[in-house]
């Protein structure tokens, strides 16, 4: 079994910032890729960043300059920083990750975690 376990979520005044941790756990052989996506109330889940194996990263334009994704490969967390936070940037966060145990390889997503920028 696998499992992601997302922290560092809370309630913060526009302009802050927080800090988001993923840790993965369990069957693990290797992890590849890993992400954050996000879903506002009434909206649909949708992509905010993600980085590969090899530490390459992408964004979504809303978070470009605001957000930085990283990962600590010796410790199977991927982490979100945010700064400059806006109202529009709350929701539940979630991590997910593409992780081979043994010989299969799945998409695995975390419980979420919920992000509150008060304006």
């Known amino acids: 079994q696998v499992q992601l376990v997302e922290s560092g979520g809370g309630l913060v005044q526009a302009g802050g910032s927080l800090r988001l941790s993923c840790a993965a756990s369990g069957s693990i052989f290797s992890i590849n890729d890993m992400g954050w996506y996000r879903q506002a109330p009434g909206k649909q889940r949708e992509w905010v960043a993600d980085?590969?194996?090899?530490?390459?990263?992408n964004y979504a334009d809303s978070v470009k300059e605001r957000f930085t994704i990283s990962r600590d490969n010796a410790k199977n967390t991927v982490y979100l920083q945010m700064n400059s936070l806006k109202s529009e940037d709350t929701g539940v966060y979630y991590c997910?990750?593409?992780?081979?145990?043994?010989?299969?390889?799945?998409?695995?997503w975390g419980q979420g975690t919920q992000v509150t920028v008060s304006s």
């Open positions: 997910s990750a593409r992780i081979r145990s043994g010989l299969k390889q799945f998409r695995y």
């Open positions: 980085i590969s194996s090899g530490s390459s990263t």
